[in-house]
């Protein structure tokens, strides 16, 4: 059985969804590393104060079982999800004192043994042991669709042009950083969920954890 897992790819490609499903059915624990960046990114938002060495020094950010965020001891699962947030998250993930705090309480967290991560780097950069890489991509058009599916069962008010615009330049900003951008580790198994269920990509996840070939 494959212990430590990392799952990759572009905004909006599932791996949440798939990760947290995979990691319930395997009883492992589910860490997603996106979610810290926002968590700075809101920070930066609520202080009002430029991105800097001490605020990431003073930051204090936690995950639960359930993959709830915790900012300072509050919990902010819900506020980290806005646009605002989403273009932060990536904007903070390009500094280099940013990355290195995250990565280390990732490798931490990691170290607890039995878990999947997901993010953009886990297999190139954060756990390049791991057991199981893979990487998640779907189709551009196919990921707008699906967050803007998202957010119109939810009620929110949702354009489809500006979903595709948004993530297009997410995927630009987070591939073409310096440092740690989103690439596919060598070893990792790629999957392209793009004409796949969830359900369908679970299952391959599954698969792929417990065959022993590497
Ligand atoms: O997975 P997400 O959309 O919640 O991630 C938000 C942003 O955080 C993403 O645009 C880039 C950054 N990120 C990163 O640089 N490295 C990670 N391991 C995870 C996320």
Redo the contacts with the bound molecule.
Sequence with gaps: MKKIIAV?GP??AG??TVSKIAAARLGYTYI???????AVALKVLLDGQPLSEELVDNIKIELDEAARVYLDGRNVTTEIRTPEV?RG??DV?KFGFV?KK?TEL?RQMAARGSVIM?????GTQ?LPNADLKIFLTASVEERARRRFEELRAKGSAANLAQITEEIKL?DK??SE?EI?P?AIAEDAVPVDSTHMTIDEVVAEILRLATTTEK
Excluded at 32 to 38: C, F, I, L, S, V
Excluded at 118 to 122: A, E, F, L, S, T
């Design positions: 990759d905004a909006g791996k949440s997603d590393t996106g979610a810290m960046y926002r989403s998250a990536s993930a990355r995250l990732q997901d993010g953009r780097d886990i954060v997410r900003q987070d950083r740690a989103l």
